[in-house]
């Protein structure tokens, strides 16, 4: 089961994806994509982002079995702010 988390960023989304694209890289993960779409693979992760004006829309699509969705989305509030980014609610 896939899940879906919002966030509003400032600034251009170039350097949105840029730092999304450093993020992962920490992780050792796979990122691609543009100011308007990608994906991140990696480790078992599998999520996939979309960008329209200023906010950022991830959704996980898969996690390894020993990470639960709690953990991803204590993850993703904690990076959130290294993009320029706040979660929505």
Not at 37 to 42: D, T
Not at 56 to 76: M, Q, R, Y
């Amino acid at each position: 089961m896939a899940k879906t988390y919002r966030y509003r960023f400032r600034g251009a989304a170039g350097t949105l994806v840029d730092r999304l694209k450093h993020e992962a890289q920490s992780y050792k993960v796979d990122a691609t994509g543009d100011e308007k779409s990608g994906k991140v693979e990696g480790l078992g992760i599998k999520a996939r982002y979309t960008i329209a004006a200023d906010v950022v829309t991830i959704t996980v699509d898969k996690i390894p079995f020993i990470i639960s969705w709690g953990t991803v989305e204590k993850e993703l509030d904690n990076m959130a702010p290294n993009w320029g980014a706040t979660r929505l609610t």
